[in-house]
């Protein structure tokens, strides 16, 4: 069971190159959601998707865009990066976002925009 | 969802006790008290998390003031894995989906 998982660990990209960060959970979660976490600071969201075939805004969504493929996966996109983009990204998921259900956390993607 | 303060940082030596307090003092009657850490730069991990009532498991225990404005987080038996930021968050069962991380406290536990 591996939970949730994220690739690619490690990225650098130039600025105004495109990428997508993946994520996948295997535990039938209906609600999931993409945070950043910029040096010293908490966790922001980005995005979310309280269920399959919905996606809300967060606290930080520009610049970015995403994609709830189906009940398991869900990615982030960025168009065109910034310098400002460079952060550690985390996807979560969680059982259903109405309940006390906790949230479970991918391992990161670590991302510089040169 | 109500905000929370916690201290910025703290010491424990290993096998001690931890104690991390969380203040919420405008927490309403149905937000839960949160608890999560993060080790390193690894993604959060769920700890523990209450209502009213204080609460255990097999790595924590919760306790909550009466009057809900605050709360602390207990490790029994720090141990040198317990190092990590812990964040303290207060969520209501519906409505908002975020989960307010803040800044947490780090937690140095000293060998």
């Known amino acids: 069971n591996a939970g949730v998982t994220q690739t690619p660990k490690f990225q650098v990209l130039k600025t105004g190159q495109s990428m997508t960060l993946q994520c996948a959970q295997d535990?039938?979660?209906?609600?999931m959601y993409w945070y950043r976490q910029d040096p010293g600071m908490g966790l922001r969201l980005i995005y979310y998707?309280?269920?399959?075939?919905?996606?809300d805004k967060g606290e930080v969504p520009n610049g970015y865009n995403v994609s709830r493929l189906n009940k398991r996966e869900f990615s982030l996109r960025l168009e065109s990066a910034a310098p400002s983009q460079t952060s550690v990204y985390f996807c979560?998921?969680?059982?259903?976002?109405?309940?006390?259900?906790?949230?479970?956390f991918g391992s990161g993607t670590q991302l510089s925009v040169l | 969802d109500a905000k929370t303060t916690q201290p910025t940082s703290m010491d424990c030596a290993e096998g001690r006790a931890a104690n991390l307090p969380c203040n919420h003092s405008?927490?309403?009657?149905?937000?839960?008290v949160y608890w999560y850490r993060q080790i390193h730069s690894q993604g959060p991990q769920y700890i523990i998390h209450g209502l009213k009532n204080n609460e255990t498991n097999e790595m924590a225990s919760l306790i909550i003031t009466e009057d809900r404005k605050s709360s602390t987080l207990i490790l029994p038996h720090a141990t040198l894995r317990d190092t990590a930021v812990y964040y303290c968050?207060?969520?209501?069962?519906?409505?908002?989906?975020?989960?307010?991380f803040g800044t947490g406290t780090r937690l140095t536990v000293i060998p």
């Open positions: 535990m039938n979660h209906n609600s």
């Open positions: 968050i207060v969520r209501g069962s519906t409505g908002a989906n975020n989960l307010f």
């Open positions: 998707s309280a269920s399959e075939g919905t996606t």
């Open positions: 979560a998921s969680r059982k259903d976002r109405t309940t006390n259900e906790k949230l479970f």
């Open positions: 405008t927490i309403s009657g149905n937000e839960y």
